[in-house]
């Protein structure tokens, strides 16, 4: 009998005070107001290594939630992702005090240029022994477009297009510029690398024009690895060409089971497999050890929460500014240039009902129970939704991590649904068995081409 699957799980976290659940920055144990100090950072990952986590997912964004009335007045004072600081800043002091625990870092792509940045993924690739994931985003924000230059957002499906070519440039550098065997380190010799090894990138394409040599040698992942959330028709075929990871939100198991399979099926028709694919969902969770103590937390969490604060925030996500909408009159989404998943999703609704739905400051699916409860909850949505694991959101930081830690986790490992120990190896070994990236993937043709042995 073939073995119950095992969830994957990260922590869903982002360099700033409101990420979220918006207002539970004020409770009194929430040290989110800490996000500047690397104390904080590094005891966070600490945390989550003794909790067998699979990595921390670090979200970000580049421009301001300005959409809802038509500036930050609320995003300031509650500070909605506002102030906001790089997530790769992060990485190499909280690799120095784990040996195991993964980082999936979100970068905008619309505003990098990919020679530098492929070389700062790279040199964090080598500094965490290849524990280094990339979230790939292209952003939804206007506010971010003029702060860059530009006029207006580029067209949702016009950013994939770029980002197919984005990252078309950064695996020829990642996998088509250095050779296996090029570095010899032979100090007898005075050879560091064989030249004849080393080959320039050149690339001439409709965003980008680039001629040179990667300037990092090949890091233990090479490619790092890949992170996408997006469940748009465009994002989906993205996902498939692309995503080894995917981040996707269901409001049943049910729905999440059509995303899911609706996710490998475009992965097998890119020519890839099914499992090339983990799919992880966003999900919050209320523990305690009683279920009654459990409601009184949540019910107590719920007096900090803003849901005005939520809302705005989805303002942004949709592009359309709620506030201009009665409590009860419906919400006319029209076309958008932001999240488009996330407009559709939501045509007809009333701020009153986004109100109700963000009480805790945010819309994600929340689990509320003793740890036995929980752990039900979460292998449900594991075997009925067809998912892989979870982005466990932080509602009082690191609170919520320390409870699910030592509250929920061993109840799934009772249960045979979690890791005791970790294996060794990358961030992509310990998830799919391998350091590197299977043949089948697009990465692999500039692989092949350099002369790679693999």
């Known amino acids: 009998m073939k073995p119950a699957k095992q969830l994957l799980l990260n922590a869903f976290n982002m360099n700033c005070v409101g990420h979220i659940h918006h207002g539970m920055w004020t409770h009194p144990q929430d040290r989110s107001t800490e996000f500047n100090d690397l104390d904080y950072w590094l005891d966070l990952a600490?945390?989550?290594?003794?909790?067998?986590?699979?990595?921390?997912f670090i979200a970000d964004i580049i421009g301001v939630y300005d959409v809802y009335q038509q500036g930050?007045?609320?995003?300031?004072?509650?500070?909605?992702?506002?102030?906001?600081?790089?997530?790769?800043?992060?990485?190499?002091?909280?690799?120095?005090?784990?040996?195991?625990?993964?980082?999936?870092?979100?970068?905008?792509?619309?505003?990098?240029?990919?020679?530098?940045?492929?070389?700062?993924?790279?040199?964090?690739?080598?500094?965490?022994?290849?524990?280094?994931?990339?979230?790939?985003v292209t952003g939804y924000l206007d506010s971010a477009a003029?702060?860059?230059?530009?006029?207006?957002?580029?067209s949702h499906d016009r950013r994939y297009d770029q980002a197919d070519e984005f990252l078309e440039v950064c695996y020829r550098l990642w996998e088509g510029s250095w050779e296996e065997d090029a570095v010899i380190n032979d100090k007898a010799c005075r050879r560091y690398a064989d030249a004849s090894k080393i080959h320039p990138v050149r690339h001439q394409g409709e965003f980008y024009q680039l001629e040179g040599y990667h300037l990092s040698q090949?890091?233990?992942?090479?490619?790092?690895?890949?992170?996408?959330?997006?469940?748009?028709g465009r994002g989906t075929r993205f996902a498939a060409n692309h995503a080894e990871c995917t981040f996707v939100n269901g409001r049943t198991p049910q729905a999440m089971r059509i995303q899911s399979?609706?996710?490998?099926?475009?992965?097998?028709?890119?020519?890839?497999?099914?499992?090339?694919?983990?799919?992880?969902?966003?999900?919050?969770?209320?523990?305690?050890?009683?279920?009654?103590?459990?409601?009184?937390?949540?019910?107590?969490?719920?007096?900090?929460?803003?849901?005005?604060?939520?809302?705005a925030?989805?303002?942004?996500?949709?592009?359309?500014?709620?506030?201009?909408?009665?409590?009860?009159?419906?919400?006319?989404?029209?076309?958008?240039?932001?999240?488009?998943?996330?407009?559709?999703?939501?045509?007809g609704w009333t701020r009153r009902q986004l109100l109700e739905q963000h009480a805790l400051g945010g819309r994600y699916a929340l689990i509320v129970g003793n740890p036995s409860q929980v752990a039900e909850a979460l292998i449900n949505w594991l075997d009925e939704g067809g998912i892989d694991g979870f982005n466990l959101t932080r509602i009082v930081n690191p609170q919520s991590y320390i409870d699910f830690i030592d509250l929920v986790v061993p109840e799934l490992q009772l249960r045979g649904r979690y890791k005791t120990g970790y294996q060794p190896g990358t961030f992509r070994k310990k998830l799919f068995g391998d350091n590197r990236l299977p043949d089948r993937h697009p990465a692999a043709r500039d692989r092949i081409t350099s002369g790679d042995p693999r």
């Open 313 to 347: 925030h989805f303002s942004s996500s949709i592009g359309i500014d709620l506030a201009q909408f009665g409590l009860d009159e419906p919400i006319r989404s029209g076309p958008t240039r932001a999240i488009e998943s996330v407009s559709k999703a939501f045509e």
């Open 46 to 56: 600490k945390t989550l290594e003794r909790g067998l986590f699979d990595g921390l």
């Open 218 to 232: 090949p890091s233990p992942q090479r490619t790092p690895l890949l992170f996408q959330a997006g469940s748009s």
């Open 146 to 154: 003029r702060a860059m230059g530009q006029t207006e957002l580029v």
């Open 261 to 311: 399979d609706k996710l490998r099926r475009a992965a097998q028709d890119a020519g890839r497999q099914p499992d090339d694919l983990k799919i992880f969902m966003g999900i919050s969770v209320i523990v305690a050890p009683t279920e009654s103590e459990a409601q009184e937390k949540y019910r107590e969490y719920l007096r900090y929460a803003s849901p005005e604060a939520g809302v």
């Open 72 to 136: 930050i007045a609320l995003t300031a004072s509650e500070s909605i992702q506002l102030p906001v600081n790089d997530p790769l800043m992060l990485v190499s002091a909280m690799a120095s005090v784990t040996q195991h625990l993964g980082f999936g870092l979100t970068a905008n792509l619309s505003y990098e240029a990919p020679y530098p940045f492929a070389r700062r993924l790279s040199t964090l690739d080598h500094l965490t022994k290849g524990r280094v994931g990339w979230n790939i």
